[in-house]
């Protein structure tokens, strides 16, 4: 079982509909959780973190986070194009600033 | 602030030669960094954990005598790839913890993208 689960995708919402990324782990002991975005040919930008069970939000971003079904997702609200990439979810691995990435979802956002 | 320079952006080599990245740290002093790799369509793999003063921890799979790591310094890491081959052809990424910002949340160079010939 890999440690971090992603659907490949592609998930393609129409522009201004809210797009849902979830991601499974399977460590129980993760305590950090982080969403980036990559585009094509490029490195992985952050998009946020959440540490605590519940939702986070930030701006048209929210992640959302249960530990005990041990999934974290990342809903997408007002999709634009822009939005168009691959989304990957990443676990912190122990104390030592390491990052576990899931495979990534690719999201087509099309007008 | 927090960031991650890498170079060269992307390098084409012949087999059996040597290409060496680099990792600086622009604004602030990284004691850790971190080597990806990455091949198309696929997730970014750790490597390696780059120490400063000390050698490098490489995860499982990875050959040590193959990808030298240096971290001679705060601000610069190096990753060689020595007599690579064309299976070796990837994007590798660095990354730092970003400061002042919580466990675990890294800034990532711009990645370098090798093709061997």
């Known amino acids: 079982q890999k440690e971090v689960e992603q659907n490949s995708g592609p998930l393609s919402v129409p522009e201004g509909a809210i797009a849902s990324l979830n991601c499974t782990y399977s460590d129980r002991g993760s305590q950090s959780f982080f969403w980036y975005r990559q585009y094509s040919g490029k490195s992985p930008e952050l998009i946020m973190f959440i540490y605590s069970n519940g939702d986070k939000e930030d701006g048209r971003f929210t992640a959302q986070l249960n530990k005990a079904s041990q999934y974290v997702s990342l809903l997408i609200r007002d999709s634009q194009p822009s939005d168009s990439a691959t989304y990957l979810c990443a676990l912190g691995a122990g104390g030592y600033n390491k990052l576990i990435f899931g495979a990534g979802t690719r999201l087509a956002v099309h007008p | 602030g927090a960031v991650v320079s890498q170079h060269p952006s992307w390098v084409i080599c012949k087999s059996g030669t040597s290409v060496k990245i680099e990792c600086r740290s622009l604004d602030f002093q990284a004691t850790t960094m971190f080597w990806y790799r990455q091949f198309p369509k696929q997730s970014l793999m750790l490597m390696a954990t780059?120490?400063?003063?000390?050698?490098?921890?490489?995860e499982q799979g990875v050959e040590k005598d193959k990808f030298l790591i240096n971290h001679a310094s705060l601000t610069l890491s190096t990753l060689t790839v020595t007599s690579a081959h064309p299976e070796d052809s990837s994007f590798y990424i660095c990354?730092?913890?970003?400061?002042?910002?919580?466990?675990?949340?890294?800034?990532f160079g711009a990645g370098s993208r090798l093709t061997v010939l």
């Open positions: 780059s120490n400063e003063g000390s050698k490098a921890t490489y």
């Open positions: 990354s730092a913890p970003k400061l002042d910002s919580g466990a675990n949340v890294l800034t």
